[in-house]
């Protein structure tokens, strides 16, 4: 684990000349004109990553691109899947993942409340756990590497989303084998990232729907909304614990996150049970 943040100690590797590895160097790999679209990325320049990003973007409805981008970045970089999530009020959002098992991982670490993905949204800063299986990656975040590891994930890298003042998610990439990111692929991951705050932003907001005038900026709008309908199910279930055992907001996330991790399920699931009454913390 080689990072640095704001906060702990824990943030980016400085970039300093040498360090990148033989694949940073060019041995062995493809030239520029062959190879896949994640070799190229490796080898090429900025310029390079930047076309990848935009063909896979290209004609892509709005409310795709946060998933289509988490795609590019598994074409790009030597991961296996990749999410993204917004800073919630407790848990974080998802938005869009590259595949189920990635979509698992983001939901893991929101039930959970502690992995790479809150820590670089609290720190501002990438937060790069290369190896969970052991050392310092796998003690820090000892639950959330024993599930990782049952999901077949090796290492996560997380990327704020936002600028230098405020962020406001985090892009998450998830690989099957321990692996340190060189100053290039996190350079890359970077701007995945950058695009992706840009998308995020340029979403309509949910009061855009019965504004719409045109049917793909209405399911773009209803598509926001039920991701937003889904946290509201959160917060929904979190006041009714309070009121049900005479709790604070902390303590009842807490409670909803314990019986969730105790259940192997995730904290929405357990939340839509609150609030469709079919579960009562009262009662446990």
């Known amino acids: 684990m080689a990072v640095r943040s704001r906060d702990d100690g824990f943030g980016v590797p400085d970039e300093e ?63 296996t899947g990749a999410s993204v999530s917004l800073r919630g009020n407790g848990m974080p959002v998802r938005m869009g993942a590259s595949d189920p098992a990635a979509a698992r991982l983001a939901e893991i670490q929101a039930t959970l409340g502690d992995g790479p993905s809150l820590y670089a949204a609290e720190a501002g800063a990438p937060v790069l756990a ?14 959330f590497a024993q599930q990782a590891a049952e999901a077949g994930v090796r290492a996560v890298y997380s990327v704020p989303l936002g600028d230098d003042a405020v962020c406001v998610g985090t892009l998450d990439l998830y690989g099957d084998a321990p692996h340190e990111l060189s100053g290039r692929e996190l350079h890359t991951a970077r701007l995945v990232a950058g695009v992706m705050t840009l998308a995020l932003m340029s979403l309509p907001l949910d009061d855009d729907y019965e504004a719409a005038e045109d049917a793909d900026a209405a399911v773009e709008a209803s598509w926001l909304s039920a ?58």
């Open 130 to 143: 290369s190896d969970l299986t052991a050392g310092r990656d796998a003690r820090r975040w000892p639950v």
């Open 227 to 284: 991701v937003a309908a889904e946290q509201d199910e959160v917060y929904q279930a979190i006041g009714m614990i309070m009121a049900q055992l005479g709790v604070g907001a902390d303590e009842a996330l807490a409670l909803l996150r314990a019986h969730a991790f105790a259940e192997g399920r995730t904290a929405l699931d357990v939340a839509h049970e609150v609030i469709t009454h079919r579960m009562r913390f009262d009662e446990d």
């Open 17 to 79: 000349p040498g360090r990148d590895g033989p694949a940073d160097r060019g041995e062995g790999q493809p030239e520029r004109s062959g190879g896949t679209p994640r070799e190229q990325g490796r080898t090429g320049g900025p310029l390079d990553v930047a076309d990848v990003i935009a063909e896979g973007v290209r004609g892509v409805p709005a409310a795709e691109i946060p998933r289509r981008l988490c795609a590019v970045a598994v074409e790009l970089l030597p991961v």
